[in-house]
């Protein structure tokens, strides 16, 4: 290639349809760019450290630091691992038990500035970015995804519209939590192999699918990643996909709900 042909080529496109999403974990606050025409990431995460303990005021200032990071002056939205509903946090895991009753619109809001702030459950803003750029683009109606680790997350979605704070994990069946039974954490607990633990696992897909009648299962957590061993062996007469997106679907379901205006 000549030196005229080098500075003749065309620079690739810079996305303008993006927003900015932070996904707080119990070890990670993680955040981005997201083209939302793509569900793509513009450019790499960013991610600092869960505070040890996790309080309000700590994770806020995470989050700060994470949104300065990228010089982002826009709305913001952020994933919470616990319940939220009328902007307020009911349930903590993975955080700092003084989450419960804080009021996270106030919270974020004041430590970045004043801005627009959504902020939603993990599991939700996973379930939305899978339900449109991961494994339920396809499908219409009814969608749910299953975050399989320490214990179960939930999100359904019908049509695209998310049902919200759904914690599918601590229903009981026969008479015990769900998360219980079929978690991927019981399952090194107690050295299953793939054969035992998809038949607990199709035992709660088979209780789930009577009760809501999905289209389709997305299952994600570490243990999505080897699908390919144990989906095969699961009896539940849903079809089940393994979710696509992995570590960046909190970042880009919380830059949806923002987009959209969401508030939980």
Known sequence: MTDAE???????????????????????????????????????????????????????????EVVAHFGWDGPVGITLPGVVTDGIMRTAANIDKGWIGTDVYELFSSHLGGRQVSVLNDADAAGMAEDRYGGGSEADGVVMLLTLGTGIGSAILINGTLVPNTELGHMMIDGKEAEHQASSKVKEDKGWSYEKWTGKLSKVLEAY????????????????????????MLTNKTPVVAATLRNTAGIVGAAMAVDAGLRT
């Open 6 to 64: 080098e500075t003749s080529a065309t620079p690739p496109a810079t996305p303008t349809n993006v927003a900015f999403g932070v996904d707080v974990g119990g070890s990670g606050i993680k955040g981005g760019i997201v083209d939302l025409d793509t569900g793509e990431l513009v450019g790499d995460r960013f991610k600092v450290l869960t505070p040890k303990p996790a309080t309000p005021a700590a994770v806020a200032d995470g989050v700060a």
């Open 209 to 232: 699918e009577v009760l809501f009648w999905p289209k389709v299962f997305i299952v994600g957590g570490g243990i999505s990643r080897k699908a390919d061993k144990w989906i095969p």
